[in-house]
């Protein structure tokens, strides 16, 4: 049983401050700069081009991999890292729509974070095969599934919404979707570390998400994919990269995938990046993440009931049921940027959404109850009080 009040202590936050923020960019792990440090200086500083094999940074995406799997419920074998979350999205999906000739509907949602639907725009611009994408609401899709039928190639979905957290049935969009003779691909970048996961026993073909989210592997961590272990060795890479060549140092001229995951990877890893991942994974070891997933809604159900008592007029547009949610709370308010910027001033760190959302991600690892009721009393605060109405706080940064 993990004891989330002490996992606080592989974190580096500022005791002040209550971060609720960790779904977009989880915080810091103490062993991070270390790591980071041995990387650069004993790594790369002493060891140069040798460190490729004495320090094993070839075999690191793998290494990483094998740890994240048992999070989403993945064997070993079955989860590549490397390369951002859009571009493992196009690897799925290609593969997907190579195997679905004849079919022409990619089934989304308009909750879907963009960057997915942009790069199956992108995929099927290029293909010129006459496929569409279909993006019902969130709450529609089963209903599109038994519409579209025969023509469904591929259901592409992200599992937990990023604006509302809105969580899908995985297993059972995935079996009908299956049942229609289509192939399905899950986003886990709101899911990963944040809710409990059986990838394989939803049967799906294809997953993928982010480490910086909750599993906090830093800025522009490398992304995971996660291919179903029957199809591997069936799947023609689309992007057929030298590092997913069965033996890249031969120097082959032409392409042949290796046996296994391995055919995911495409080009040369971001080893310091990854370093500091593999330390960031050292938190999540033995995790009993149905333990974290009761934690979280034990968070995220207090924030909404205190919200309720203290603010009843600001709207929820997260689920109200528990197992309906991931591990964020999201509000509307036309105001919700300048607010969010009031918060951030006051030490309470969540972030906004176009057009209106006030986002709050909870985290067991870092995130108590304590903070969740200090949090409470800010907003509560700041909204009774208007300190939000200040023309510095309405002033949008580049990222909001
Ligand atoms: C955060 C996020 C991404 C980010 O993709 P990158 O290529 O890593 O920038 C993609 N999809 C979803 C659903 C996300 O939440």
Redesign the pocket.
């Known amino acids: 049983m993990t004891d989330f009040n002490k996992t606080k202590a592989f974190f580096k936050i500022d005791s002040n401050l209550i971060y609720l923020d960790g779904n977009s960019l989880g915080p810091m792990p103490l062993n991070a700069q270390a790591r980071a440090r041995q990387t650069i200086e004993d790594e790369w500083g002493k060891q140069l081009i040798l460190a490729w094999n004495k320090a094993g940074w070839m075999d690191l995406s793998a290494k990483i991999a094998n740890r994240i799997a048992p999070l989403i419920g993945a064997s070993d074998g079955t989860v590549m890292m490397g390369d951002?979350?859009?571009?493992k999205?196009y690897q799925a999906l290609a593969a997907c729509l190579s195997k679905q000739k004849g079919r022409k509907v990619i089934l989304s949602d308009r909750g879907?974070?963009p960057?997915?639907l942009y790069m199956a725009q992108g995929l099927i611009d290029q293909l010129d095969q006459g496929h569409r994408i279909e993006t019902p609401p969130p709450e529609a899709v089963e209903a599109s599934i038994q519409a579209i039928g025969d023509d469904l190639a591929v259901l592409m979905l992200?599992h937990v919404d990023?604006r509302t957290g809105r969580m899908h049935d995985m297993h059972r969009l995935t079996q009908l979707a299956q049942s229609k003779g289509a192939m399905v691909i899950w986003?886990l970048?709101?899911s990963a570390g944040a809710v409990n996961l059986n990838i394989e026993a939803s049967n799906a073909e294809f997953a993928a998400g982010?480490s910086y989210?909750y599993l906090n592997g830093g800025p522009g961590a490398p992304?995971f994919i996660y291919v179903r272990q029957d199809i591997i060795p069936k799947l023609a890479p689309v992007l057929s990269g030298w590092l997913g060549h069965q033996s890249p140092f031969d120097f082959d001229l032409d392409y042949l995938p290796a046996s296994g995951i391995e055919r995911m990877r495409i080009g040369t890893p971001s080893v310091i990046q990854l370093s500091i991942l593999d330390a960031a994974m050292e938190v999540w070891q033995d995790m009993d993440m149905l333990a974290l997933r009761r934690q979280s809604q034990k968070l995220t159900s207090l924030f909404i009931k205190l919200i309720g008592e203290q603010l009843p007029d600001l709207k929820l547009v997260s689920p109200i049921d528990p197992e309906a949610r991931g591990s964020q709370v999201s509000y509307a308010f036309e105001e919700g940027y300048a607010v969010m910027q009031a918060l951030i001033a006051a030490g309470v760190i969540g972030d906004f959404r176009a057009p209106n959302i006030m986002r709050f991600g909870f985290a067991p690892l870092y995130n108590d109850e304590d903070q969740v009721q200090r949090a409470v009393i800010i907003l509560t605060k700041i909204m009774r009080e208007r300190l939000w109405d200040r023309p510095e706080y309405k002033q949008k940064a580049k990222v909001t």
């Open positions: 951002t979350l859009s571009i999205v879907n974070f960057t997915d992200t990023y986003d970048a709101h982010c989210k992304a």
